[in-house]
């Protein structure tokens, strides 16, 4: 049995991605109220610590984030997100370190870019016309997520017609924008954006038709690059039934290589030792060829 082919070539910058396995991306949270981790690595030295790890483990790009987007947060001032993130990506990058900035302000990715960072990840699907710009000028790799509201409210009752045709529609749309402002179609990675405006049932929909998001594009381009973000969220408790974001590897995992067997390319995780592993033992096994 082998995966469903996939994209899988990311131009980030100095980075070019071509590998047969998909992509790790290991999160790395610089916040006091993230889901899972809050408070954990708040601090730059146990920031890069934590980052060591999981180089040392497998990930081939470090997510950066300073702003919790869990359901209900509020929105963090830019002057504290850079006080957070920006010593830790300078640091990164420095060391050669393909860093990923996970953030919607566009002075922060802008900041984290003059320092060296090589990925845009925008939870607003670069909305912001400065944002695209920035992204345009940068030559660095762009995550398009979608998303319905704001982390503030997003999971007030959200409400879709076809979940995963107005997703598809979204992140086609978005990706297209990015092009027209001169962003190269192998720079750009979709993400549907579990968990983000999304309830149980639309969520396990875009879970089941990951291999629809692999497959997007149009004729004259092969697909767009899909990353699977499902890691620890509150979907993968309600499918286990455990409750602790902490304690839910085991489910995070499988869901990481559901996605990566159905075409996903680039894995956004916590937990990378161990989906390294299993990574490992589906390649020994001769499924991504």
Not at 154 to 163: L, N, R, S
Not at 226 to 232: D, E, F, I, R, T
Request: hydrophobic share 40%; charged share 20%; net charge negative.
């Amino acid at each position: 049995m082998r995966a469903q082919p996939r994209n899988n070539i990311w131009r980030c910058k100095d980075f070019v991605f071509d590998q047969p396995l998909p992509l790790i991306m290991g999160i790395l949270n610089v916040t006091p109220d993230s889901f899972s981790d809050g408070g954990a690595y708040l601090g730059t030295s146990q920031a890069l610590a934590h980052a060591q790890d999981m180089l040392d483990a497998g990930a081939d790009i470090i997510d950066v984030g300073g702003e919790s987007t869990r359901p209900g947060s509020q929105e963090v001032d830019v002057s504290e997100e850079l006080a957070r993130v920006l010593p830790v990506v300078r640091d990164l990058a420095r060391k050669g370190v393909c860093v990923s900035i996970d953030s919607r302000h566009f002075q922060t990715v802008a900041a984290c870019l003059r320092e060296g960072a090589s990925i845009i990840n925008d939870i607003t699907g670069f909305a912001d016309r400065s944002m695209l710009e920035l992204a345009a000028s940068s030559k660095v790799g762009c995550v398009v997520m979608h998303m319905r509201g704001n982390p503030k409210t997003m999971q007030e009752d959200p409400h879709y017609d076809d979940v995963v045709s107005e997703v598809s529609a979204f992140l086609l749309d978005h990706a297209h924008r990015l092009e027209q402002a001169g962003v190269e179609h192998d720079r750009i990675c979709i993400d549907p954006g579990p968990g983000f405006g999304k309830n149980y049932d639309q969520n396990l929909a875009l879970l089941k038709a990951t291999d629809h998001f692999a497959n997007l594009g149009d004729s004259s381009y092969p697909p767009y690059l899909l990353m699977a973000a499902w890691s620890k969220k509150r979907f993968v408790g309600q499918m286990t039934g455990v409750e602790e974001a902490s304690e839910r590897m085991a489910g995070s995992v499988t869901t990481a290589l559901l996605a990566a067997g159905q075409g996903a390319g680039v894995l956004r995780i916590h937990d990378v030792a161990p989906t390294v592993e299993a990574l490992k033992v589906m390649q020994a096994a001769g499924y991504f060829g």
